[in-house]
């Protein structure tokens, strides 16, 4: 079956500019992560998501970044007036309910911002 | 303050010798951990997991070992073949294993398995 997918790829924007990531995360699948990767580190939570609930959006670093999932499946996460530190690899994983469910992640999408 | 610390970044080995990849935790309410495995490109994979009621789990090549007093996780992959060649991280979820799953990720470790 398809796993789980984000689209665009690679984006670069300039300094200033909103972009918008998509995540289509695995069917049947409740829960939603993001993650920012920067280069060089690992992983770091950035929100959750229960179907279309926000749970969790402790680790959004700014006001500028706005996540959401208004049907329990496709995810949008949103980065408004882009930044140089906000370039990285943005990674969107989906699993079933509970910690002990494995978590499948996308292959990113690579932020850069000029 | 990384609750999921790697400090190797790079790890280098011979194919068919053994590689350790290790990894320190300072949270004692982690209960469950894992190893993820990434290609560049692709997202993470996990490889194997471990439950803090355990010390030890193996799969095929892969054992995990769980040092609980130390808060020491270690990753042994014997024989290592050139395809193993990847970052490797360690994670743990947030708050154990009664939460929501959220992951701490350690820094990565890059292996390179040398033919």
């Known amino acids: 079956g398809a796993g789980v997918s984000q689209s665009p790829r690679y984006k670069v924007a300039k300094r200033g500019q909103d972009v918008a990531l998509r995540c289509d995360p695995i069917s049947g699948h409740v829960s939603l992560f993001w993650y920012q990767q920067a280069l060089g580190q690992g992983p770091e939570f950035l929100t959750y998501f229960q179907n279309e609930a926000q749970l969790d959006k402790s680790g959004l670093p700014s006001d500028r970044f706005f996540a959401e999932r208004p049907e329990g499946s496709v995810s949008t996460l949103k980065i408004q007036r882009t930044q140089q530190e906000d370039s990285a690899v943005y990674l969107c994983?989906?699993?079933?309910?509970?910690?002990?469910?494995?978590?499948?992640f996308g292959p990113g999408t690579r932020l850069t911002v000029l | 303050d990384q609750q999921v610390k790697q400090n190797s970044p790079s790890l280098s080995v011979q194919e068919g010798r053994i590689s350790i990849l290790n990894c320190d935790y300072t949270?004692?309410?982690?209960?469950?951990f894992l190893w993820y495995k990434k290609y560049p490109a692709e997202g993470p994979t996990v490889l194997i997991s471990i439950s803090s009621i355990k010390d030890k789990n193996e799969d095929g090549r892969f054992t995990v070992f769980l040092n609980k007093s130390a808060k020491h996780l270690s990753l042994h992959i014997v024989p290592s073949q050139p395809g193993d060649s990847a970052v490797y991280f360690c994670a743990a979820p947030d708050g154990g294993s009664s939460n929501t799953g959220k992951l701490i990720f350690g820094q990565g470790t890059t292996l390179q398995v040398k033919p």
């Open positions: 949270n004692s309410m982690f209960d469950y």
């Open positions: 994983a989906s699993s079933l309910v509970g910690a002990f469910n494995e978590q499948f």
